[in-house]
């Protein structure tokens, strides 16, 4: 418990960029940079959380070994946590997992075992936390109960207390994506509590489940298939998704999410990663509504990690070619909105 609420106060609060927008538009827009955490995204803060939760809860003593069900950033930033309690770590990931997440998390002392399809990441994680007498983290299950969603430094209270000296302190939208849902609940829940007026929109890429599981109101609803945005996105609803605190979602084609990264590092110089241009493929739209509608006011969102983890995937050309993804087309719609302040349709 000292090691970690040490490592928390040495860590300064990540930055909540201004993005330049058209002035005549009159909407402020807001990234938080959580790629300036020390494991370099967005889960760290979901990490410490879930290393307090099972330490209070006894589940994590001394030479327990760590286990974890994740997509790539949890488990690098786990494995942060791992090494800081001198804990071995495992982490359970598809083979597609990028190789610049995978040599951050053995940077860090962990272990990798990989699966060719992501549905096998839960019981092959309980099945290895069983052999090793370990302990599974399992952020799918916790995220949205580890962290303390009234305040006590989480990702909410930290946006609005940056925002109070801005010209609308109280944002119109926050956008985020889900992974594991336990950043829409804290968030979700925080806005409520303060009884903020702000909405919460969730975006979420194709062939994850929970667009279609909030949209139909179905809380067992599966696609079993992966998701092309590391980070974001499952095949099935999770425990830690709470879509009653989400006002909207908006579905985001894969290779919008990756035009609207591209765009970010041309238009506002900010390297990140495809989770955050499926975040600003939301944004665009929210405040062309907002345009339209002559309302002014603020939107933040969030930069969840730093671009340099995907150089061999999103950022390259001929691997988004041989996935058959074509940024071009939704570069130009992104241009039209820059251009009008409009989107079509």
């Known amino acids: 418990m000292r090691r970690i609420e040490a490592e928390n106060n040495r860590s300064a609060d990540t930055h909540l960029h201004a993005v330049p927008l058209p002035p005549e538009w009159g909407v402020d827009l807001y990234l938080k940079d959580e790629s300036t955490h020390r494991s370099g995204s967005l889960k760290h803060r979901l990490a410490r959380s879930l290393f307090l939760f099972g330490l209070v809860n006894g589940w994590i003593t001394e030479g327990t070994t760590i286990v974890e069900a994740s997509s790539g950033s949890t488990a690098v930033s786990e494995a942060y946590f791992s090494r800081l309690l001198g804990l071995p770590f495992i982490a359970v990931m598809t083979a597609t997992t990028s190789r610049e997440k995978i040599a951050l998390i053995e940077q860090y002392g962990g272990t990798c075992h990989f699966v060719d399809n992501a549905s096998e990441v839960y019981a092959v994680a309980h099945q290895l ?188 050309d001929g691997w988004l070619a041989e996935k058959g993804l074509d940024p071009a087309p939704y570069e130009t719609i992104i241009d039209g909105f820059f251009a009008s302040g409009r989107w079509p349709g």
């Open 129 to 316: 936390a069983e052999q090793t007498g370990g302990h599974y983290l399992d952020q799918f299950t916790y995220a949205e109960r580890a962290t303390d969603w009234r305040g006590n430094n989480n990702i909410a209270e930290s946006i609005f207390t940056q925002l109070a000296q801005e010209p609308h302190p109280v944002p119109a939208w926050v956008v985020v994506g889900a992974g594991t849902g336990g950043t829409s609940a804290t968030i979700g829940r925080y806005i409520r509590y303060n009884r903020h007026h702000t909405r919460l929109a969730v975006v979420d890429p194709e062939n994850s489940a929970f667009y279609p599981a909030w949209q139909r109101g179905d809380s067992n609803y599966e696609t079993g298939m992966p998701s092309r945005i590391e980070g974001i996105g499952r095949p099935r609803m999770e425990p830690s998704f709470v879509p009653s605190v989400i006002d909207s979602m908006i579905q985001v084609p894969d290779a919008a999410s990756i035009a609207a990264m591209r765009q970010l590092n041309r238009h506002a110089g900010l390297h990140a990663g495809p989770s955050t241009g499926t975040n600003l493929w939301g944004v665009w739209q929210l405040i062309s509504s907002m345009v339209a509608a002559g309302e002014r006011g603020s939107i933040v969102s969030l930069l969840c990690d730093g671009g340099e983890r995907y150089a061999g995937s999103y950022y390259d």
